[in-house]
């Protein structure tokens, strides 16, 4: 596996391209008087030119409450048929703001809020990126497992994909 790093405009995209790709990644919060995460699904409903990852989620649930205590907070994406992971961590952001409920809500936002737009435990979560690596694969995942047995049984090196850091404020 090779290593590329990306910064700026380059690192955005490639951040924005996995997690469109994705799309439904485990969100990690602080868990008040504990070691441990609290982790949950969720699926984005945007990522911005900036790089920032925006959802809709409940002011009732623990991913709140845990973001009112402690900001940071860590997002997990997998796509195990193509072997592509992303890992990111950041700050979470959270407003009532009308104009970006009214922009992400759909029918899929809509089956967890039975009040509909106007439910007052709607929140919007703008997520803001501070450090992000990823793997890469080049190929498919049974393309990736020949060559890593065609490189086990050869004893040379095939490069089956690539990884890295995301820089986005450079």
């Not at 997990?76 to 009532?96: H, K, P, W």
């Not at 029918?107 to 992000?132: C, H, M, N, T, Y």
């Not at 694969?137 to 690539?162: E, W």
Request: charged residues 30%.
């Amino acid at each position: 596996m090779s290593t590329e790093n990306l910064q700026s405009r380059e690192a955005i995209d490639k951040l924005k391209e996995m997690v469109d790709k994705i799309d439904i990644g485990m969100m990690c919060t602080n868990v008040e008087g504990s070691d441990h995460v609290h982790a949950v699904p969720m699926s984005r409903q945007e990522v911005d030119e900036e790089g920032n990852i925006w959802f809709l989620f409940s002011a009732e649930s623990e991913t709140h409450r845990n973001l009112l205590r402690n900001d940071k907070l860590s997002l997990l994406y997998a796509d195990v048929g193509s072997y592509n992971f992303l890992s990111i961590n950041g700050t979470g952001e959270i407003s009532r703001d009308r104009e970006q409920i009214e922009k992400y809500w759909n029918k899929i936002v809509e089956a967890w809020f039975e009040q509909g737009i106007e439910d007052p435990r709607i929140r919007v979560l703008k997520v803001v990126p501070s450090e992000a690596h990823y793997w890469d694969n080049k190929s498919n995942k049974l393309v990736t497992f020949f060559k890593v047995v065609i490189s086990a049984a050869s004893g040379g090196k095939l490069d089956i994909g690539r990884e890295g850091d995301l820089d986005l404020d450079a």
